[in-house]
C-alpha cells in the first residue's frame, strides 16, 4: 500500500476552508489501519470483506487513475446507479478526488427519469450495476439529445461492449498524476443529487464542499456517539440522508460502514453489527415497530404485563428527560432495572442493545411509533430537512433537548422563520447553491434576502422546537374551502396495528375519504390472536367480517380524535402493500400521492357514491 504524502494529515484551520479529499486524506494519515468500509456478498452467512482508512485512501487513488483514462476530469458529472456496494461508495470518492462530480440515480428511477438527468447533467459516462440496467441505458448511448457516451459495468461478465469495472483498477498510474488529484476548493461542486421525484420532474440539487461540511459541523453538534462509530448504509446513495450519513459523515468522523446492499436485509444486518446509531425514514421505523407488535400480541398475558410495566417506567423516564428534568433516583432505579431485566435482552433480539442515538428524518413520524420505541428506552430523534438543505435543518438532540412529536430545533448552519401562510423558510450555510440547469449554469431558488421557501407548512413553538403540519403542495382544500394536513390524519388512522399504511383523499369534496392498506406483519397476527385463519393471506382477511369490523372501529377512534373537516367519512380497505417497486412510494419510502390516486381512480370515485 501506498502511503499517504506526509502533509496528508494537515486540515485547514477553518472547517469552512476543507474539501472531502482533504478529510479522507487526514483519516488516511492519522487511521491508516482503522475500518472504515465493509461489506459483504449475497450470501447472508459470508464474512465481511473490510478496507481501512489507508486503503480507502490508495484504493481511491487507482480509481482516479481508471476513470482519468476514461476521459474523466474536472467538473464532469458521473452517473452511478448501482445497490450500496462498494463500487459505488469507492467511485464516488474517486470521482470527488478527480474533481470531478459524481451524480446517483435511483435504482428505481423510471427511463423517463433518467433521460432527463442524463440530459440535465450533461454526463458523458455512466457506472452501472449489471446486465439489468443495459435496457435502459444503452438506448442513451445512440440518443442525439443526450450526451452520454460511455457505460461502465460493476458485474463481472455483464459487460458485454461496454468498459468492465475490473479494468479500471487495472489501468496505469500516469507520472505526474497525484498533481492532479484533491484540487477541489471549498465552492466547489461536490455533488448533485436529484430530488426524487413526488410531484414533477427530478429538479438537479447542487451541493458544494462548503455547504456538506457545514451541514456535517452542525449535526456533530447535536449528536454524541462513540469515535469511528458504524453506520449501516441502506438507503439509496441517491437520497440526501445516505449521502451524508453514508459517505461525507463517515469522512469526517472517521467512522465504519457496513453497506447494505439489499435494504430488505437491513434487520439482518442490524442483528450482526449491532451499531451504536440507526437511523430510519418513518416507514422503517413503522415496519420495525410493526414486527415487534405482532411478537408482542402473540405473548401470554403473564409475560406481557410484565413487559408492559417495563415500557410504562421507560416512558416516565423518557418524559422526564424530554422536560429536562432528571427522574427521581427511585425512578432512576427502577429503570435501570426494567432495562436490564427486561428490554436489553429484548433489544438485543433485534440488534439494537447499544445504539444511543436512533433519528428519523423525511416525512413526519407517527406519534404513536414515537411512544411505542421510548417504551423501549429508545428516543427517536426525528429531524427535518430537504435535499436543498443538504439534508437535516432542525433536529431533536439527545444533549440539547427534544420534544416528542417535534422535528427539533434549527442546527446550527441555519435559521428558521415562518411565513404568514405557515410555509416554513430557511437560510444558512449549509442551504444549496441552487438548481443544475441543461447548460452547466446554477439558478438560485432564494429570495433576495437568502431565505429559501421549502414548501413544508408548520410552526415554531415557545422553545424553539419545529412542529411540522404537512407539506404546502398536499394540503387539502375542500369544497367548503377548508385546509387539511393529510398526514395528520393519515398517522391517526395507522395508530391500530390492522392499518399499516393510509392516503386520505378530499380535494374539492365535502368530505375526505382514505385508502387504507392492511399490514402485512401485525393483521396476520391480529387474526391469529382472534382464531381468524390467515391461510387465505391478506386478501382473505380484507374480506372478512371481524378484521372489518375492527377496522371500522379503528377508523371511528381516528376519527373521534380528529375535528369534523379531518374525519374521514369512507374508506377502502387493501391488501396490496404499496412500495417503491411498484411505483406508490419514492425509493426514500414517501407515498407518491398522484401515482396511487391514479391507480385507484375508480375505488375513490366510488366512495363519494352510494
Known amino acids: 500500500m501506498t502511503s499517504p504524502p506526509p502533509t496528508a494529515g494537515a486540515l485547514?484551520?477553518?472547517?469552512?476552508?476543507?474539501?472531502?479529499?482533504?478529510?479522507?486524506?487526514?483519516?488516511?494519515?492519522?487511521?491508516?489501519?482503522?475500518?472504515?468500509?465493509?461489506?459483504?456478498?449475497?450470501?447472508?452467512?459470508?464474512?465481511?470483506?473490510?478496507?481501512?482508512?489507508?486503503?480507502?485512501?490508495?484504493?481511491?487513488?487507482?480509481l482516479a487513475a481508471g476513470y482519468r483514462a476514461l476521459g474523466v476530469g474536472r467538473g464532469d458529472h458521473v452517473l452511478l446507479l448501482m445497490a450500496n456496494r462498494p463500487e459505488h461508495w469507492l467511485s464516488d470518492l474517486a470521482l470527488v478526488r478527480l474533481g470531478a462530480v459524481p451524480v446517483s440515480v435511483y435504482g428505481t428511477a423510471?427511463?423517463?427519469?433518467?433521460?432527463?438527468?442524463?440530459?440535465?447533467?450533461?454526463?458523458?459516462?455512466?457506472?452501472?450495476?449489471?446486465?439489468?440496467?443495459?435496457?435502459v441505458w444503452e438506448p442513451l448511448l445512440a440518443d442525439a439529445d443526450t450526451p452520454l457516451e460511455r457505460l461502465v459495468v460493476a458485474d463481472a461478465g455483464a459487460e458485454a461492449t461496454h468498459v468492465p469495472y475490473a479494468s479500471l483498477q487495472q489501468a496505469p498510474v500516469p507520472d505526474e498524476f497525484d498533481k492532479e488529484l484533491d484540487t477541489a476548493r471549498p465552492e466547489d461542486p461536490l455533488t448533485v443529487v436529484y430530488t426524487s421525484g413526488t410531484t414533477g420532474e427530478p429538479k438537479g440539487v447542487v451541493l458544494t464542499h462548503r455547504v456538506v461540511?457545514?451541514?456535517?459541523?452542525?449535526?456533530?453538534?447535536?449528536?454524541?456517539?462513540?469515535?469511528?462509530?458504524?453506520?449501516?448504509c441502506y438507503l439509496p446513495f441517491a437520497h440526501i440522508a445516505e449521502r451524508m450519513l453514508g459517505i461525507y459523515l463517515p469522512c469526517h468522523r472517521a467512522s465504519h460502514v457496513y453497506l447494505c446492499a439489499d435494504p430488505t436485509k437491513v434487520g439482518e444486518v442490524v442483528r450482526k453489527v449491532r451499531p451504536a446509531q440507526f437511523f430510519g425514514v418513518p416507514r422503517i421505523w413503522e415496519k420495525l415497530s410493526a414486527a415487534v407488535r405482532a411478537v408482542l400480541s402473540l405473548m401470554p398475558d403473564d409475560q406481557r404485563a410484565v413487559i408492559d410495566e417495563a415500557f410504562e417506567v421507560a416512558r416516565t423516564h423518557v418524559r422526564y428527560r424530554e422536560r429536562g428534568e432528571t427522574p427521581p433516583p427511585e425512578l432512576e432505579e427502577?429503570?435501570?432495572?426494567?432495562?436490564?431485566?427486561?428490554?436489553?435482552?429484548?433489544?438485543?433480539?433485534?440488534?439494537?442493545?447499544?445504539?444511543?442515538?436512533?433519528a428519523?428524518?423525511?416525512?413526519?413520524?407517527?406519534?404513536?411509533?414515537?411512544?411505542?420505541?421510548?417504551?423501549?428506552?429508545?428516543v427517536i430523534m426525528d429531524a427535518w430537512g430537504l435535499t436543498e438543505t443538504t439534508g437535516v435543518a432542525t433536529s431533536n438532540s439527545p444533549k440539547l433537548g427534544f420534544r416528542l412529536g417535534s422535528v427539533g430545533r434549527p442546527v446550527?448552519?441555519?435559521?428558521?422563520?415562518?411565513?404568514?401562510?405557515?410555509?416554513?423558510?430557511?437560510?444558512?450555510?449549509?442551504?444549496?447553491?441552487?438548481?443544475?440547469?441543461?447548460?452547466?449554469?446554477?439558478?438560485?431558488?432564494?429570495?433576495?434576502?437568502?431565505?429559501?421557501?421549502?414548501?413544508?407548512i408548520g410552526r415554531l413553538d415557545e422553545d424553539g422546537y419545529l412542529w411540522l403540519t404537512d407539506r404546502k403542495k398536499e394540503m387539502i382544500i375542500t369544497s367548503t374551502g377548508k385546509n387539511v394536513s393529510p398526514a395528520l390524519v393519515e398517522n391517526a388512522l395507522k395508530e391500530h396495528p390492522l392499518i399499516g399504511q393510509a392516503m386520505v383523499h378530499g380535494d374539492n369534496r365535502s368530505y375526505l375519504v382514505a385508502l387504507l392498506v392492511l399490514d402485512p406483519e401485525s393483521a396476520p397476527a391480529w387474526a391469529a390472536k382472534h382464531g381468524i385463519d390467515t391461510d387465505g393471506g391478506l386478501a382473505a382477511l380484507v374480506r372478512h367480517p371481524e378484521v372489518r369490523a375492527e377496522v371500522d372501529r379503528a377508523v371511528?377512534?381516528?376519527?373521534?380524535?380528529?375535528?369534523?373537516?379531518?374525519?374521514?367519512?369512507?374508506?377502502?380497505?387493501?391488501?396490496?402493500?404499496?412500495?417503491?417497486?411498484?411505483?406508490?412510494?419514492?425509493?426514500?419510502?414517501?407515498?407518491?400521492?398522484?401515482?396511487?390516486?391514479?391507480?385507484?381512480?375508480?375505488?375513490?370515485?366510488?366512495?363519494?357514491?352510494?
Not at 492519522?30 to 447472508?44: F, H, I, K, N, V
Not at 461540511?213 to 449501516?232: M, T
Not at 435559521?415 to 447553491?433: H, K, M, P, Q, Y
Open 412 to 456: 446550527e448552519s441555519v435559521e428558521i422563520r415562518i411565513a404568514v401562510d405557515g410555509e416554513i423558510l430557511v437560510r444558512g450555510t449549509s442551504v444549496f447553491d441552487g438548481y443544475l440547469q441543461p447548460d452547466g449554469s446554477v439558478a438560485s431558488a432564494l429570495d433576495a434576502d437568502g431565505w429559501l421557501a421549502t414548501g413544508d
Open 110 to 135: 423510471a427511463p423517463e427519469q433518467i433521460t432527463h438527468i442524463a440530459r440535465n447533467c450533461r454526463a458523458r459516462l455512466a457506472v452501472v450495476g449489471g446486465a439489468e440496467h443495459l435496457p
Open 12 to 62: 485547514p484551520d477553518d472547517p469552512a476552508d476543507r474539501t472531502l479529499p482533504q478529510l479522507l486524506a487526514h483519516n488516511a494519515h492519522a487511521y491508516p489501519e482503522l475500518p472504515g468500509l465493509s461489506s459483504q456478498s449475497e450470501d447472508p452467512d459470508a464474512e465481511w470483506t473490510t478496507l481501512t482508512w489507508g486503503e480507502i485512501h490508495e484504493h481511491t487513488r487507482t
Open 556 to 610: 371511528a377512534a381516528a376519527n373521534s380524535r380528529l375535528n369534523r373537516t379531518e374525519q374521514v367519512k369512507r374508506y377502502e380497505l387493501l391488501a396490496e402493500e404499496w412500495g417503491p417497486a411498484t411505483g406508490e412510494l419514492t425509493p426514500s419510502l414517501k407515498m407518491r400521492r398522484r401515482v396511487i390516486r391514479d391507480k385507484y381512480a375508480d375505488a375513490l370515485t366510488a366512495l363519494y357514491h352510494d
Open 360 to 378: 428519523s428524518a423525511s416525512a413526519p413520524m407517527p406519534v404513536d411509533v414515537v411512544n411505542f420505541w421510548a417504551g423501549f428506552g429508545i
Open 213 to 232: 461540511l457545514s451541514n456535517a459541523l452542525a449535526l456533530d453538534a447535536v449528536v454524541e456517539l462513540p469515535p469511528h462509530v458504524e453506520h449501516i
Open 334 to 358: 427502577r429503570y435501570r432495572r426494567v432495562r436490564k431485566e427486561v428490554l436489553l435482552p429484548m433489544l438485543a433480539a433485534g440488534g439494537l442493545d447499544r445504539v444511543t442515538w436512533s
